[in-house]
């Protein structure tokens, strides 16, 4: 199965992706995690998506698209995968349709988690992350059992830097204008499924895996 996750920042893609992933037995490929883990080790790559990451703008086309082509390219990717975060402009779309005919396939569904802004806001700015295993946690709606303390590495969380207010607030019009005409773009295409977000993390599971059909 070879799914691309859309929708907005703090729709919990990522949340789900890593559920559907066991489910399905398919990596799951987030960019963001990609360049965080470059942030982390200081890589030449990871200072240059940093400047883009902490204004919340988009890392540009041409770095994440390489990035993306080198993972595809790994053997664990001939099952399938979960794209989280890619595509996120209609250029990374094109590429991305153009890599896999390369191989001979497609995308087989585009799941388009819509959460409204007022929401993704509370979200964002409650949600910590585990500093060393990357879990996500929520303030009030996904709290660790021991406060800042990761449940499943013991690490301490944090909160991302852009789940700052105001990069939230950009974060969300990059997405509006850049990454929201990707709905079109796959309806257009007959791929996309769209679910309602705005649930608790085992409804959007629950909702992810009846439109795709998997018990
Ligand atoms: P995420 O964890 O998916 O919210 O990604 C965090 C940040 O990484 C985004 O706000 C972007 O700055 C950058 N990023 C992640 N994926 C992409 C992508 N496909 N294209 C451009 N920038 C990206």
């Known amino acids: 199965m070879r799914l691309i996750l859309l929708g907005a920042p703090g729709a919990g893609k990522g949340t789900q992706a890593v559920v559907l992933a ?21 890589t030449p790559l990871g200072i240059k998506a940093k400047e883009y990451i902490d204004k919340g703008a988009l890392v540009p086309d041409e770095v994440t698209i390489d ?16 794209l989280d975060g890619f595509p996120r402009t209609i250029p990374q779309a094109e590429y991305l349709e153009d890599v896999l005919k390369g191989i001979g396939t497609t995308v087989d569904h585009v799941i388009d988690i819509n959460v409204p ?15 060393s295993c990357s879990a996500t946690y929520h303030n009030v709606n996904n709290p660790t ?4 303390i990761c449940d499943a590495c013991k690490a301490p969380t944090i909160q991302r830097e852009d789940d700052r207010e105001e990069t939230i607030v950009k974060r969300l019009s ?28 085992e409804d959007g599971t629950k909702k992810l895996l009846k439109s795709l059909d998997v018990k």
Do not use: M, W
């Open 117 to 131: 802004d007022e929401v993704i806001i509370k979200r964002l700015s409650g949600r910590r992350v585990c500093s």
């Open 145 to 148: 059992k021991e406060e800042g």
């Open 67 to 82: 990035i993306v082509r080198d993972r595809l390219k790994q053997p664990d990717c001939s099952k399938g995968f979960i």
């Open 174 to 201: 990059t997405y509006h204008e850049q990454t929201e005409p990707l709905i079109e773009y796959y309806k257009g295409k007959g791929k996309l499924l769209t679910i309602d977000g705005t649930g608790t993390i």
């Open 22 to 42: 066991q489910a399905l037995g398919v990596p799951h490929i987030s960019t963001g995690d990609i360049f965080r883990a470059n942030i982390k080790n200081n």
